[in-house]
């Protein structure tokens, strides 16, 4: 089993740049495929960026070219660098770890970190 704990969310202005991380513990990291998922009040949880466990990255259209999603496994530790942030960015970002054991699916969640955009 893995813990997982989001940092670095806050209030921003429009057009700043935040970065999110995400520490585990408790398994070891680099089997884990990992994500940033968001859910914004009234909206379903929707996946923003992932990276799988030999660094293969994919992102939502709507945060190309604006966030990367990256993992440093000496330090168990997942970000999400943001910039040109946008009020539709505002949302409880949280963090994803997924792994395979046996055939069985292992997914956990953070508790999330809220990142606020506005002016």
């Known amino acids: 089993q893995v813990q997982l704990v989001e940092s670095g969310g806050g209030l921003v202005q429009p057009g700043g740049s935040l970065r999110l991380s995400c520490v585990a513990s408790g398994s070891i990291f680099s089997v884990y495929d990992m994500a940033w998922y968001r859910q914004a009040p009234g909206k379903q949880r929707e996946l923003v960026a992932g990276?799988?466990?030999?660094?293969?990255?994919n992102s939502a259209d709507s945060v190309k070219g604006r966030f990367a999603i990256s993992r440093d496994n000496a330090k168990n530790t997942l970000y999400l660098q943001m910039n040109s942030l946008v009020p539709e960015d505002t949302a409880v970002y949280y963090c994803?770890?997924?792994?395979?054991?046996?055939?069985?699916?292992?997914?956990?969640w953070g508790q999330g970190t809220q990142v606020t955009v506005s002016s």
């Open positions: 994803n770890a997924v792994t395979s054991i046996l055939g069985t699916p292992h997914n956990y």
């Open positions: 990276i799988t466990r030999r660094g293969r990255t």
